[in-house]
Structure formats: structure tokens, C-alpha cells
């Protein structure tokens, strides 16, 4: 059973930064794939960026440019950079991975873009 928690969200103005993270626990492998979901107001839940262990990154067009996701795998341990933050960013951002055929999910943490 692996366990996601995100963490670094917040109120941030119109061009401001956050950085995310996301802690995996539980996993007795390196986990190979994981990635930031985020769901606005209303909206469905989307792709927003994606990583595997070897490092090959995949965003959305949305947040090209602006956002940067990495992470540290031998702690199997997320990051998402959040740069020039637009109010269209606002969501709750989730981490999510799949291990071992089982998709797993963080409960969210709120990112708020307002002036």
C-alpha cells in the first residue's frame, strides 16, 4: 500500500511562486511513474505534469514554461515547481501514481492565485 502526501500549497498573488511536494511511503520499489493531477472549481480533474525515474518529463500546455516537476527518487519524493502563477492555476493539486498495476492518489492541497 503506498501512501501520497502533498504538501506546499497556499494563497499566492498573480506572478508569484509555490513549490509543491509530494512524499510516497509504503512502496518496496523505486516507483517509476508520478505525476501532479490538478482539479479547479467546477472542472474536471487534469494532467498537469508527469515524471518518470529516469527523468523524462511530460506538461501540459497550459504549464509549459512556467512550471517545473522533478523529483528525488531514491526517496521516491516529488517536487513541482510553480512559477509566474496566473488565477487560472488555482485548483487543488494532487499527486498520483501508479505502482504495481494500482493507481494511487494524495488527498490534494489547495493552491490559491489571487490579488
Known amino acids: 500500500q503506498v501512501e501520497l502526501v502533498e504538501s506546499g500549497g497556499g494563497l499566492v498573488q498573480p506572478g508569484g511562486s509555490l513549490r509543491l511536494s509530494c512524499a510516497a511511503s509504503?512502496?518496496?520499489?523505486?516507483?517509476?511513474?508520478m505525476a501532479w493531477f490538478r482539479q479547479a472549481p467546477g472542472k474536471q480533474r487534469e494532467l498537469v505534469a508527469a515524471?518518470?525515474?529516469?527523468?523524462?518529463?511530460n506538461y501540459a500546455d497550459s504549464v509549459k514554461g512556467r512550471f517545473t516537476i522533478s523529483r528525488d527518487s531514491n526517496k521516491n519524493t516529488m517536487y513541482l515547481q510553480m512559477n509566474n502563477l496566473e488565477p487560472e492555476d488555482t485548483a487543488i493539486y494532487y499527486c498520483?501514481?501508479?505502482?504495481?498495476?494500482?493507481?494511487?492518489w494524495g488527498k490534494g492541497t489547495l493552491v490559491t492565485v489571487s490579488s
Open positions: 509504503g512502496a518496496a520499489f523505486t516507483i517509476n511513474f
Open positions: 515524471i518518470t525515474a529516469g527523468g523524462v518529463t
Open positions: 498520483h501514481t501508479n505502482y504495481i498495476r494500482r493507481n494511487y
